[in-house]
C-alpha cells in the first residue's frame, strides 16, 4: 500500500479557490492511478476526479468539469486538485485515494477499486 497525506483544505468564499495537495509515500507512487472523492456531511464517498498513472489522462464528474484540475507530478509523489469557482455545495472532507487496479480509468469511479486513503481534508464554502 502506499501512504496519503492530503493538505490544503480550509474556508472560502463561493466563487474562490483552494488547491489540495496529497502526498505519497510508500510503495511506488507512479504505479498507481489517484483520485479524489468527497464526502458530505450525511452523504456517501463521492469520486470527483481521477488521473492515469502517467498523468496523460483524467476524468471527472460532471459536476465538477470545467471548475476543478487534478494533476500529479511523480518526480514529488504528489497529486493536486485545483478547485476553482467553488460553491457552497462543494462543501465536504475531500480524501485523495490510490488504485493499482488494471482498469480504465473511465471506470475507476468506484471507492471500492481505491485501496489506499489518506486522512481526509475539510474544504468549507460559505455564501
Known amino acids: 500500500q502506499v501512504q496519503l497525506v492530503e493538505s490544503g483544505g480550509g474556508l472560502v468564499q463561493a466563487g474562490g479557490s483552494l488547491r489540495l495537495s496529497c502526498a505519497a509515500s510508500g510503495r511506488i507512487y507512479s504505479n498507481y492511478a489517484m483520485g479524489w472523492f468527497h464526502q458530505a456531511p450525511g452523504k456517501g464517498r463521492e469520486f470527483i476526479a481521477g488521473i492515469s498513472r502517467s498523468g496523460g489522462t483524467t476524468t471527472y464528474v460532471d459536476s465538477v468539469k470545467g471548475r476543478f484540475t487534478i494533476s500529479r507530478d511523480n518526480a514529488k509523489n504528489t497529486v493536486y486538485l485545483q478547485m476553482n469557482s467553488l460553491k457552497p455545495e462543494d462543501t465536504a472532507v475531500y480524501y485523495c485515494?490510490?488504485?493499482?487496479?488494471?482498469?480504465?480509468?473511465?471506470?475507476?469511479?468506484?471507492?471500492?477499486?481505491?485501496?489506499?486513503w489518506g486522512q481526509g481534508t475539510q474544504v468549507t464554502v460559505s455564501s
Open positions: 485515494a490510490a488504485s493499482d487496479r488494471a482498469i480504465p480509468l473511465t471506470i475507476l469511479t468506484d471507492w471500492a477499486d481505491f485501496g489506499s
